[in-house]
């Protein structure tokens, strides 16, 4: 069994060897590669994103972090969206900046994104998903299993909403802890 130290800081996703892709179907959800893409995920945060005084967002050398992996989503060969992971510790990872072309929303493209990027956060070895939710986005994210949970670290805008979801069901979750619930 492998026991982590309640401190470890987790390893960046530069310096593992699990996936950072990930295709299904005729999406693909990937780095960005070359000049275009990069310039492609920029434009689709410049059109969808606001920073806390409700600019346009800035261009963001964080993506460049090893601990955080900024990913397009490919929709036979067109960028149609963005999001990137964060890894906050061993077990949880936060989505941030998701958004999708303003001309490909309501296509599907956004729970496709979404499903996704949990199944990239999974293989990462994340059992909970975590993101500060803009008020508008809410009841998609909702849509697709979200739930208000506590989380510390400040939300980005003042009317956002902490939402999660455990990638791990609840029932297999109670199963795993109960022998060390009874043994307590
Ligand atoms: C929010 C966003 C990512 C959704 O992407 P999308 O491609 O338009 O969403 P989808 O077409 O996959 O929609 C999936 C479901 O969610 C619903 N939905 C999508 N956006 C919604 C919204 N803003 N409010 C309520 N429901 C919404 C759709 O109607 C659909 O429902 P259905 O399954 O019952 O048909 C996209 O609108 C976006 O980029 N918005 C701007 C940036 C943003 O707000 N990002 C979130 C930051 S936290």
Do not use: C
């Not at 950072?20 to 920029?42: I, N, V």
């Not at 508008?136 to 849509?143: D, G, M, R």
């Not at 902490?162 to 802890?177: D, E, H, I, T």
Request: aromatic content about 6%.
């Amino acid at each position: 069994m492998t026991i982590f130290a309640a401190d470890a800081r987790p390893q960046s996703f530069a310096a593992d060897a699990r996936p950072h892709s990930l295709s299904m179907l005729s999406h693909d959800l990937r780095p960005p590669s070359g000049d275009a893409e990069w310039a492609a995920l920029r434009r689709i945060q410049r059109l969808t994103l606001r920073d806390r005084a409700g600019r346009p967002y800035p261009a963001e050398p964080k993506h460049l972090d090893p601990d955080r992996l900024a990913l397009v989503l490919v929709y036979r060969g067109t960028v149609v969206g963005t999001v990137r992971l964060d890894r906050l510790d061993e077990t949880r990872v936060a989505l941030r900046h998701v958004a999708i072309d303003p001309a490909r929303q309501g296509e599907g493209h956004g729970a496709q994104l979404i499903d996704m990027a949990e199944a990239l956060a999974s293989t990462q070895g994340a059992v909970e998903v975590v993101l500060h939710a803009v008020a508008s986005s809410v009841t998609f994210y909702e849509k697709l299993g979200y739930r208000a949970v506590d989380w510390n670290e400040p939300a980005e805008h003042a009317t956002s909403i902490n939402l999660g979801k455990l990638l791990v069901a609840p029932s297999v979750l109670r199963r795993w802890l109960e022998p060390y619930a009874a043994a307590a």
